[in-house]
C-alpha cells in the first residue's frame, strides 16, 4: 500500500496534474523521499532556534514563516520562498514539527498564491525521526 501512495505521488508530479482539487495533500516520510530524489524542492517553515536544535532534512531549505510568537510577514516569506519555488505550477513540500504550520503555509501557497502542487509531511518531523529518517546539522541556520 505504501508504495502504491508513493507511486500516486510522484505521478502526480510527473503528470504535471495538480495534487488536490484546493487541498494541501499530506505525505509520509517515504513519499517525502522519493519526491526529494525527483528534485522537489522541500521548505522547513519552522524557527532557526528548531532548526538549530533538531537539525533539518538534508537538502531543505529553511525559510521560518511563524516566529516564535507567532507573528508573521507572509510578503516577505513569499519573497524568500520564490526564490526556491518561482513557479506556481511547480511541485513543493513543506515541513516543520508537528504538521499544523505546513497545514496552514500549504492552504495559503495553494489558495491565494496559486501553487498547484503542495505537499506537506503529516505529523512532521516528529514522525519522520520516528520511522528513523535522519536529520543534519543546519550548517549557516
Not at 519526491?35 to 521548505?43: R, S
Not at 511547480?90 to 495559503?108: E, I
Request: with cysteine; aromatic share 8%; charged share 20%.
Amino acid at each position: 500500500m505504501k508504495m502504491g501512495l508513493q507511486a500516486a505521488a510522484l505521478a502526480w508530479v510527473m503528470a504535471g496534474v495538480p495534487a488536490y482539487g484546493g487541498e494541501l495533500v499530506g505525505i509520509t516520510p517515504d513519499e517525502l523521499e522519493a519526491l526529494k530524489a525527483q528534485g522537489v524542492p522541500v521548505v522547513d517553515v519552522r524557527t532557526p532556534e528548531e532548526w538549530r536544535k533538531t537539525g533539518v532534512i538534508a537538502g531543505s531549505k529553511p525559510i521560518m514563516f511563524f516566529d516564535s510568537k507567532g507573528s508573521y510577514d507572509a510578503a516577505a516569506w513569499m519573497q524568500q520562498f520564490k526564490a526556491v519555488a518561482p513557479n506556481a505550477g511547480q511541485p513543493v513540500v513543506l515541513v516543520c514539527r508537528s504538521g499544523n504550520r505546513t497545514a496552514t503555509v500549504g492552504k495559503m501557497l495553494a489558495g491565494e498564491q496559486g501553487y498547484q502542487k503542495v505537499y506537506h509531511l503529516e505529523k512532521g518531523l516528529q514522525v519522520w525521526t520516528a520511522e528513523g529518517h535522519e536529520l543534519a546539522p543546519c550548517g549557516g541556520c
